[in-house]
Every structure is written in C-alpha cells, then in structure tokens.
C-alpha cells in the first residue's frame, strides 16, 4: 500500500514563509489515475480542502490560500510541496496530504498523512 508523511511544519510570525513536503512510499497496482491535494484542520474546525494537483499537472488552490500558497510534486522522488508565504494567523492547522486513485477495477481510494502543525503567531 501507500504511506504518506508531512513535514516542514512549525512556527512562523505572521507575513512568514513555510515549504511544507509530503513524501510518499509504497506502491498500488492497477492505478488509471491520481491526484495529490493538501488539506487543513483547525481545532473545533471541519477539514478545509486547500490546493490539488492533478496527473496532468494542473493545480487549484482555495480561494483563501489564492496567491499565497503553491502546491507542486516532483514525481521522481515521489514528494509533493506546499510553498506557503505572507502566511496570516487564520492559517493555523494541522495539514495533511492526501493521495486519491482511481482504477477501472477496484474503484477509488484515499489515502491521508499524519499531519504537520503549521502555527502562525507574533
């Protein structure tokens, strides 16, 4: 199967930058497709869908992260990043990395990280 592990969290004071990376290991069989994505959660709050990437490479990002927070992958090494600048305190969260596949076969799945806690305060 697939493990997933976030890390490059931590604390930064507000208008900061953190590079978040989610390295992946393993392997699935029969796999017709697959998409990375970056999600948020904050105590008390609901889990915040926050940018994909897709296998063709396009990307879409939250509208609350829109020119601030950059997803991309490098596929050789299997990582995918989240470049967050001008950070603000309303991005406080653990963030998590989620890998969803697709085969003809089996039907999808995903598959989620740890988390990181990304912490933004004077």
């Known amino acids: 199967q697939v493990q997933l592990v976030e890390s490059g969290g931590g604390l930064v004071q507000p208008g900061g930058s953190l590079r978040l990376s989610c390295a992946a290991s393993?392997?699935?069989?029969?796999?017709?497709?697959?998409?990375l994505a970056w999600y948020r959660q904050a105590p008390g709050k609901q889990r915040e869908w926050v940018a994909t990437?897709?296998?063709?490479?396009?990307?879409a990002h939250a509208d609350s992260v829109k020119g601030r927070f950059t997803i991309s992958r490098v596929t050789a090494n299997n990582t995918m990043y989240l470049q967050m600048n001008s950070l603000k305190p309303e991005d406080t969260a653990v963030y998590y990395c989620?890998?969803?596949?697709?085969?003809?076969?089996?039907?999808?799945?995903?598959?989620w990280g740890q988390g990181t806690q990304v912490t933004v305060s004077s």
């Open positions: 990437i897709g296998s063709g490479g396009s990307t």
């Open positions: 393993g392997s699935i069989l029969d796999i017709d497709n697959m998409a």
């Open positions: 989620k890998l969803t596949t697709h085969s003809r076969h089996r039907g999808s799945s995903d598959y």
